[in-house]
């Protein structure tokens, strides 16, 4: 089936909704009920760390999947399975009895963000009209701040009834489901038996990891421990869900990261843009008593970090330009694995200092990372 000419808008709305529904409720709503779960379950902040921390195994184990899944099945199947994986963790989440329970349901529902990234990449670019095909890209890649900033108002009204919090998400996330399966095209298979080589050695490619990386752990401490750094520091009960809201909002932002790759290239916005992550990161800690200024760290971290990943996103499609489902599966992989080596680290850091200490040496991670030397304006490509 040849590409699509034009933007094939039910498509890309549906691709945000999976992409709201996956990483906005069954992997970051986590850090948002993070401080119900730690009393309901009595976790120490070192287990809710690693706790948080399976959902990012999970995705590290499920993006590899995915990325071979939509070569040989296409997008469509494996973007519904994403979408049947994020209902199951959540619903398990719903309703679990235990701390055991618990993490598996985070692991399970974390699985799906990592099955959904490849295929939408690969749909957008194979139904997406070139032109538009970047800016396409980074829309899906910002159902995140979509997703989050839905979270934020539930929790708001229901946090001592998580359950049935966790309840609307996944019927919400079953909905969306059905709706992916309707609106992306059958076919798109792109290998032959012999394309199973690992082909990870692009130009670019290790550079493209390193800077996922540092995005993974520079920015895990916020999305695990944001909202208890908040709450605890402000005394304010709404703060902490109007904070999350607010980095929800501002990730909408990151839809905007295509143009601003077509701009400013690569190398400038990733730069620029990792310097923000800090300036947000340390701003939530060092503000989190003032309403006002933790509210302006947080639309920082969030417009932030939805515009780096897209900016990843970009950056991927464009080294892995005949396979963006690898490429994309490779950045986004190392995202996951910053995070989930992050998420245990930065709870133990939090038990031996505190988290407003965590939340600083992030920045410092995010300015290490910032001087990770993207591709210029000349992008050069490789097939998978």
């Known amino acids: 089936m040849p590409p699509v000419r034009g933007v094939r808008s039910s498509l890309v709305l549906a691709g945000v909704a999976l992409i709201a529904t996956c990483y906005g409720f069954a992997r970051f709503a986590y850090g948002l009920f993070a401080p119900r779960f730690t009393d309901e379950f009595d976790l120490s902040t070192r287990l809710a760390g690693v706790v948080g921390g399976g959902g990012y195994v999970g995705y590290c184990l499920a993006i590899g ?12 199947p494996v973007a519904v399975l994403a979408g049947a994986v994020a209902t199951a963790g959540i619903a398990l989440v719903a309703l679990a009895p235990s701390a055991l329970v618990l993490a598996a349901g985070v692991l399970v529902a974390g699985s799906s963000t990592g099955l959904a990234s490849p295929p939408l990449a690969g749909a957008v670019a194979r139904w997406v009209a070139e032109g538009v095909r970047d800016t396409a890209q980074t829309v899906v890649n910002a159902g995140t701040g979509f997703g989050v900033l839905v979270s934020g108002p539930v929790a708001l009204a229901l946090f001592d009834s998580w359950r049935l919090a966790w309840g609307l998400f996944a019927v919400l996330t079953a909905l969306v489901t059905v709706w992916v399966a309707r609106a992306i095209p059958a076919g798109g298979q792109v290998v032959r038996a012999d394309e199973d080589a690992p082909g990870l050695l692009a130009p670019g490619a290790v550079r493209l990891g390193l800077a996922a990386l540092a995005l993974g752990l520079a920015s895990i401490a916020v999305w695990t421990f944001g ?28 839809a905007f990261a295509g143009p601003a790759v077509d701009r400013l290239g690569v190398r400038t916005s990733w730069t620029l843009l990792m310097v923000l992550l ?18 302006v760290a947080a639309a920082v971290f969030g417009g932030a970090y939805i515009a780096l990943s897209g900016v ?20 986004f992989f190392m995202i996951a694995v910053g995070q989930a080596a992050g998420a245990p680290l930065v709870g133990l850091a939090a038990d031996l200092t505190s988290l407003p200490v965590v939340c600083h040496l992030s920045a410092l991670v995010a300015l290490a990372g910032a001087g990770v030397r993207g591709p210029g304006r000349t992008v050069r490509t490789a097939a998978a």
């Open 312 to 331: 990843l996103l970009v950056w991927a499609t464009r080294t892995f330009s005949s396979r963006p489902a690898r490429g994309v599966g490779l950045a």
């Open 227 to 254: 909202q208890e750094v908040v709450r605890t520091a402000s005394g304010v009960g709404w703060l902490a869900p109007v904070v999350w809201t607010v980095i929800g909002g501002a990730g909408i932002a990151g």
């Open 278 to 295: 800090a300036a947000g990161t340390a701003g939530l800690a060092a503000g989190a008593a003032v309403p006002v200024a933790v509210l």
């Open 65 to 76: 999947l995915s990325t071979v899944l939509t070569s040989r099945w296409g997008p469509r």
